[in-house]
């Protein structure tokens, strides 16, 4: 089975704090996605990347950013974190045509104080 | 472009008692379509899916999902709900294009209490 793990369940950062979450999965996947979840909101896609460097913005890129410098591993970074981004941050993976769905990580609950 | 609509944001069921869920579609082509379910804290996991042939498609945890072309809806049953089904079941569509195209557009979700 594919495997999509995100390196932290719970995360508490400071407000202007440089903040990385880490996707790794271990399929050879040449997608890569990271939502964030917010309740009401469903889910909104921030940025994807189908090929090694490349990655496209998606519906709320704004305030972030991302790294895909090997195949299995998307990072998404938060240049200064603020308030407004605490939420819960989906990590999904899938094929380069998606006909087999995403596979999504477990999540991470990043909360701004 | 495509898109998905979940018109029910939440449902409440009794326990034994038969779900569907609606979910319909935008697309100008034989779309591929999925069912995820949500449970609280967790990550989003594959329900079945839909590509082509037996529009009826069986999927994990008992459930079913019945493609209708004329109607753009692609619904997710259960004869028998249980406890553990409370979750929220996302619908999501894809073209089956590949590089900046393949990606999946997902519905608003839809959460499904369930009343003992």
């Known amino acids: 089975d594919v495997k999509v793990t995100q390196s932290s369940r719970y995360l508490v950062k400071r407000t202007g704090e440089k903040v990385f979450l880490e996707c790794v999965q271990d399929?050879?996947?040449?997608?890569m996605f990271w939502y964030r979840q917010d309740p009401g909101l469903g889910l909104r896609l921030i940025y994807f990347s189908y090929d090694v460097k490349m990655k496209e913005k998606g519906d709320i890129p704004e305030g972030y950013s991302v790294s895909r410098e090997k195949k299995e591993r998307f990072s998404l970074i938060l240049e200064s974190a603020s308030t407004n981004q605490t939420s819960m941050y989906l990590c999904?993976?899938?094929?380069?045509?998606?006909?087999?769905?995403?596979?999504f990580g477990s999540g991470t609950r990043l909360t701004v104080v | 472009a495509q898109s998905v609509t979940q018109p029910d944001i939440h449902i409440t069921v009794s326990e034994g008692a038969s779900l569907e869920l609606r979910c319909n579609y935008s697309?100008?082509?034989?779309?591929?379509l999925f069912w995820y379910v949500q449970s609280p804290g967790q990550g989003l996991q594959l329900l079945l899916k839909?590509?082509?042939?037996?529009?009826l498609v069986q999927g994990i945890k008992g459930f079913e999902a019945e493609f209708k072309r004329s109607q753009s809806s692609f619904n997710l049953r259960k004869p028998s709900v249980h406890w553990s089904d409370a979750a929220e079941y996302f619908c999501a569509v894809g073209t089956g294009g590949s590089g900046n195209t393949g990606k999946l557009i997902f519905g608003q979700g839809t959460t499904l209490q369930v009343k003992p």
């Open positions: 999904a993976s899938s094929s380069g045509t998606a006909l087999g769905g995403y596979t």
């Open positions: 697309y100008g082509a034989t779309p591929y």
């Open positions: 839909y590509f082509s042939g037996d529009t």
């Open positions: 399929m050879d996947h040449e997608n």
